[in-house]
């Protein structure tokens, strides 16, 4: 089984917990797609479900497929989303933002009474770290935001290239008109210190650690699909 069919594997465990009339979150990423695509399957044979997507690429791929769409501002409450994850560990804690959409994916995610995320194994951790923490900034002094984020990190132990994220031969831009520093802290001991100290930073915008978000993840591995519950 190669990685797309594990991700397939994960989006099929994912759309059984998805009920006729639901109010759902839709992510973004290549495992999400794969989610938006069997999800298409369904409402052309009869599901009513109504999605929010949490990035215009999402949104194209739906409006493309079928897949009925409304903005948070129609639904700002949803039953349910479901996402890919860049990391996930034992607690659900995850690191995402790799496809540059995690301001909304955040915003989306904490709109919803639950959210289910899926992966592949190759996404489960021991500890967040290991792939870069994509940090949402303002183009506006993110010179001295960069400076700011540095030195949080040194006060937690963490150092690493802070890499401004390109895209061609300019600047990545994400759909909220902001950039991304890509953070190679390595091991993020401490997650919910390093979160709370970058959202004290006024030129961060928002970051890629998702905690006390997720309610289950859905793994794929060459067996087929797990369920991963948060360790208490």
Known sequence: MDIRQMKIKAAEAALSHVEDGMRLGIGTGSTAEEFVRLLAE??????????????????RLCVELGVPLKSLDELPELDLT???????????????????????????????????????????????????????????GQVSTRLAVEKVAATLGLSGELRLRSSGDGVFTTDGGHHILDASFGRIP???????????????????????????????????????????
Not at 42 to 59: F, I, N, Q
Not at 90 to 119: D, F, W
Not at 201 to 229: K, M, Y
Request: aromatic share 2%; charged share 25%; hydrophobic share 50%.
């Open 42 to 59: 369904r409402v052309a044979g009869g599901l009513k479900v109504e999605g929010v997507p949490t990035s215009e690429r999402t949104a």
């Open 190 to 232: 401490d997650a919910e210190a390093l979160a709370e100290a970058l959202n004290s930073i006024p030129g961060v915008v928002e970051h890629g650690l998702f905690i006390n978000l997720a309610t289950l993840a859905i793994i794929a591995g060459p067996a087929g699909a797990r369920v991963l519950e948060a360790k208490t």
């Open 82 to 140: 479901i996402d890919g994850a860049d990391e996930v560990d034992g607690r659900l804690r995850l690191i995402k933002g790799g496809g540059g959409a995690l301001l909304r994916e955040k915003i989306v995610a904490a709109a919803s009474q639950r959210m289910i995320v899926i992966a592949d194994e190759s996404k489960v951790v021991d500890m967040l770290g290991s792939f870069p923490l994509p940090i949402e900034i303002n183009p506006y």
